[in-house]
């Protein structure tokens, strides 16, 4: 994988996502010392940054395919329920029955078909082949593909010209992640177009396979039976075509907690006036809370997404958050 | 008053002020029966659009200026403190002492000094006028000042700009109205450079003093003593500046109800992953709750604020929304 294949996603997407706007407020920056620097995803097509590599994998596919289907809890299974929708093919999506209500009202609301499974007790791998093989459709990986890497890279593209309209060269770029597909297409893309940022990917504390997995030189996975509210970005493993672009780019992983994630919102909501949820929350909750871990007088925190049911947001905020 | 007080204000905001997106969902579009867009001022600098009128005033002044005086529950405060502070004057704000604490953390933030009054029993606009002399300070007052509304046009250049790359060249714009500053510049800003568009404000119910006023031909008050939510756009009477100019080129005034105002606060929560406050919701409510008082297949609603405080959002979201 290289830049190419990103700039050739970008071109592909242009006019069908959107460019996000990178935002900054000063109460932030008193509160994490350093200037920090949001790219909200979540006010993308779909409330996340899935929007991308579904339109990626979906316009590359050949004529002739007969429709689609995503494995997904949610935010990839809309981008691709979307991108599908756009270019006139079916599609079918395999989500956990427990997913958020919101992120199944989205992707039906792009038309897709939705195949519950029980989380504890199915093979959602096998569930999904046999439904992709029965109906024909092309399965599209959440993260572990060329186009969707590609797509999700463009993220990349866009923060480097952004953050130079800033006059931020370079830095950390922190990312949330769950099997990496966008902190390597962003990495991939900022080292062709401004390798003086690293990205550093932030996943929930007990689901950091990826930090772990970057400091020991090896894809490992998530000890079984965790539990978090960041199910957006609760992935066993790295994915074996992200995990050797970020040991080769990205700097070391970091980790919140829930109650991190959930104070991130709250400051988002405050300041910056967005909608997160908790899995898009822990790159700016790493902004906030983790500067010791950091380098630089300015950061950027990639919000990768915004579906969220009320009461977990209302709880986010009846939490309250540390004032700047 | 005429568009090129607004284009010059317009260089003069550059850099300084954000070009926030507009945004829209089908979700939206399939509870409105036409496809809705929505100005996000809620990302604007400060949290409201009140950041370009602030700026456009302060920026205007002669040299000498030894600072400046708000008067304003919150909004057009954080605006002009923003503006103040970066061209180092000092600011003060005179505020309700009942305001929203989110509004006056926001202003102190930026290091205006606020002087609270009892909305009841205390003449702010006599309290203004004893600091501003006392201090030497310049008063910006929050509508009936050129600059203020030239600032607050900026936002119609943008809104036609925007509308052309989505294939939208004419129809209905909602504007959230109090004393009617950004309503009037952005109908100045639109009769020159989309006159195919034309203004509607919308107020709460039970202050359309505005409406009323429209539909009479000259300026009525409101009745004392009403009680809304939407407190940023709480104005007794149209502003003498602001009024000839919707006079002769918006359209009918519209009035929704609080409930209207926190439905759409929901549903932005949802679909856009917007905050906004109940006052910068009316016009997105009038969009979805007013349907058969609008004409044309696409309208657009300016979301002028999100500066809420958590409880209240937590109230609106707990309220649900009518699902499309």
Known sequence: MNADLIRAAAVRLDGHVRRTPLLSDPA?????????????????????????????????????????LALSSGNHA????????????????VMPADAPAAKRAGVEGWGATVVPYD??????????????????LVLIPPFDHPEVIAGQGTTGLEIAAQAAEEGVTG??????????????GIALALEAEAPAFRVRPVEPAGFDDMARSLAAGERLCNAPGGV??????????????????????AGPG?????????????????HLRLVLEPGGAVALAAALFRGAA??????????TGGNVDADLF???LARGAPSP
């Open 28 to 68: 932030l920056d008193r509160l994490a010392g350093r200037r920090v620097f949001v790219k909200a995803e979540c006010l993308q097509h779909t409330g996340s940054f899935k929007a991308r590599g579904g339109w990626a994998a979906v316009s590359a596919l050949p004529a002739g395919t007969r429709g689609v």
């Open 78 to 93: 809309q981008g691709v329920a979307r991108a599908a929708a756009a270019h006139g093919l079916p599609c079918t999506v």
């Open 119 to 136: 989380r504890a007790r199915e093979d959602r791998e096998a569930l999904a082949a046999r439904i992709a093989e029965a109906r024909g």
């Open 171 to 184: 830095g950390e770029v922190l990312v949330c992640c769950g099997g990496g597909g966008l902190s390597a």
């Open 228 to 249: 978090s509210l960041c199910d957006a970005i609760l992935t066993p493993r790295p994915g074996a075509l992200t995990f050797p672009v970020l040991r080769r780019l």
């Open 254 to 270: 970091l980790a919140v907690t829930d109650a991190e994630a959930l104070a991130a919102m709250a400051l988002a909501f405050r």
């Open 294 to 303: 950091l380098e630089g007088d300015a950061v950027i925190a990639v919000a």
């Open 314 to 316: 209302a709880r986010a």
